[in-house]
């Protein structure tokens, strides 16, 4: 198959490609900024394209002779993303439907069992995109996922930078909501099936691991796997917003990327039990513990690339050969970086 895949250079596409590439399938790498196959191992094994979603010119060239679509474009690492999603979205499936291209599938958000208008922000627009592009002509699915366990992925950088930079961590009494966290192995694992299992998967499917935790839990088997002692206290009084600006106060994450997650964790963010994918091959998907461990230590695809972005990496370059605590390393290192940034 030949495989157009529209974010290939964010997180889980930059290492999908390389999964598609094992399995024997021609991959198109398209991502909206001017391509560097350098940064890549795989770089020069792929097409590469530059493609703005919401160009539908940029679109129709990216999709000329494919056989499927991997859809993994978000901008929440801006404020206002919700309308440049909205419309990258309808661009994209009108361009699957006139180009006839029989598969197409979308990265989505876990969707919790509430009222649609209790949704934050950021699972809303995801649903949006998500309905958009079931709307097509494609044999058409998303994959619904929450937390991603991997090095490099926002949603465990926010983990392991408040993990290890925090010995003493304050957790709001609100944040009680369950989460089904899945390792990025097992993530690409069900990208690839989706992409080429016959008879194609359609609709919406929740794809998680085996544990099903609360959120201080998380933090909890961060500090286990990477050997930190850290004490966790409930705090009564901590306004949402108050936590979502403290939270990237403190990590190096784009600000408004990690307000829109953090206003995400209300409510439970668990798979359908009725709904949810199973690996065709019968092979277990990894736990908690073990995507930790991994992700920890640097195993599979759960280690750093060399092409995740700066942010995800330690800076602390005046402590290289200095003992210290591996909280202080993690102040000296978000200092390092707000630093960077002016």
Known sequence: ????????????????????????????????????????????????VRCDVTSRADVDAALVDVDAVCYLVHSF?????????RVGAEVVRRGVDAASVPRLVYLSGLVPDVPRAELSAH????????????????????????????AGSTSFEVVRQLSTLLVVQPVPSWLRSR???????????????ALTCDPPMT???????????RYPRLLAAHARAAQLLRVRVPVLLAPTVLVAAGTAGLVRAPFWTV??????????MVCRPSATWVPASGDALLTVREGMERAVHGIG??????????????????????????????????????????
């Open 123 to 150: 699972i809303a627009s995801r649903l949006e995109v998500e309905e958009e592009l079931l709307r097509s002509t494609a044999a058409s699915v998303a994959l619904r996922a929450g937390v991603i366990i991997g």
């Open 1 to 48: 198959m030949r495989i157009l895949v529209l974010g290939a250079t964010g997180y889980v596409g930059s290492r999908l490609v390389p999964a598609l590439l094992d399995e024997g399938h021609a991959v198109v790498a398209a991502s909206s900024s001017e391509p560097a196959p350098e940064r890549f191992d795989w770089g020069a094994s792929v097409d590469w």
């Open 77 to 85: 690492d801006r404020r206002g993303f919700a309308g440049p999603d």
């Open 203 to 213: 609709g919406a499917l929740d794809i998680g691991g085996p544990d099903v935790i």
């Open 301 to 342: 695809l759960e280690g750093p690339m060399p092409s995740d972005p700066d942010w995800t990496r330690q800076h602390a370059p005046l402590l290289d050969a200095v003992p210290a605590p591996r909280s202080v390393r993690a102040g000296v290192s978000l200092a390092w970086h707000r630093l960077r940034s002016f």
């Open 179 to 193: 989460v089904q966290p899945i390792a990025v192995t097992d993530a690409v694992r069900a990208l690839v099936e």
């Open 259 to 268: 307000t829109a997650l953090v206003a995400s964790l209300r409510h439970d």
